[in-house]
């Protein structure tokens, strides 16, 4: 089984799975058009909470983001270092402008363990530029996670850009849930939402009410 990027600098690199993953990667419809909206990352951060297969965290990291991989699985953890790799490998061979900014390529990736990180390892990240993170535990274990997570993101004094969840109306928690707990912890903090829908599938983008804060 495999993935493959869908854009920047590693387009079309296959990024390959277990047989039987422990993970549920995100459905590349959705990547698609996450990153459809989201194209050039250079001189900005990704903090891939959940990593899984890391197809998201490579994503951003192939179209020039600093990325960052949080795992808790040991196994999950040396197939994602083992395709992070062969993505560096593939990227390193492309010649780069110097005068286009990119960044892939200089941004060396950062993936750790995070089975006893009680903050999701949010205080292990170093952005250096504008900071978007991806949150997509297990759906059923959403509605356990989300405000743990996000009073984590709250208490780190961490500065975000936007926060990325996953979920699924069948499987997780709904839009207007996960914006309920959102409000609650962030309050003002959250200038404006929106939700990126295929399928049952979605994802909820929080916006930062902060100067950083790019265009949804």
């Known amino acids: ?23 549920r990667p995100t459905a590349v419809l959705l990547r698609r058009k996450l990153f459809d909206a989201h194209q050039t990352w250079m001189h900005e951060s990704f903090f891939d909470v959940c990593a899984g297969s890391g197809a998201m965290g490579m994503e951003a990291y192939s179209r020039g983001a600093q990325s960052f991989w949080g795992e808790q699985d040991t196994a999950t953890l040396k197939l994602l270092a083992k395709n992070l790799q062969s993505l560096q490998d ?13 960044e892939t ?35 059923e274990q959403l ?16 500065v975000w ?15 207007g849930e996960i914006l309920a707990v959102a409000a609650e912890i962030f309050g003002t903090s959250i200038a404006r939402t929106k939700i990126v829908t295929c399928g049952t599938n979605f994802v909820v983008k929080l916006r930062a009410n902060n100067n950083n804060a790019s265009s949804l």
Not at 115 to 124: E, L, M
Not at 146 to 154: D, G, I, Y
């Open 1 to 23: 089984m495999s993935l493959q990027i869908l854009g920047g600098q590693a387009a079309g690199h296959t990024i390959f799975l277990p047989g039987r993953a422990k993970f």
């Open 90 to 102: 593939k990227i390193k061979k492309i010649p780069t402008d110097e005068e286009d900014g990119r």
């Open 105 to 139: 390529g200089i941004n060396e990736p950062v993936i750790f363990n995070t089975r006893q990180a009680a903050d999701f390892g949010i205080s292990k990240i170093r952005p250096k530029f504008p900071l978007t993170i991806f949150f997509d535990p297990p759906y």
């Open 143 to 158: 509605a356990t996670l989300l405000r743990p997570f996000l009073t984590a993101v709250q208490q780190q004094k961490i």
């Open 161 to 175: 850009q936007e926060i990325w969840i996953e979920s699924d109306r069948q499987k997780g928690l709904k839009d």
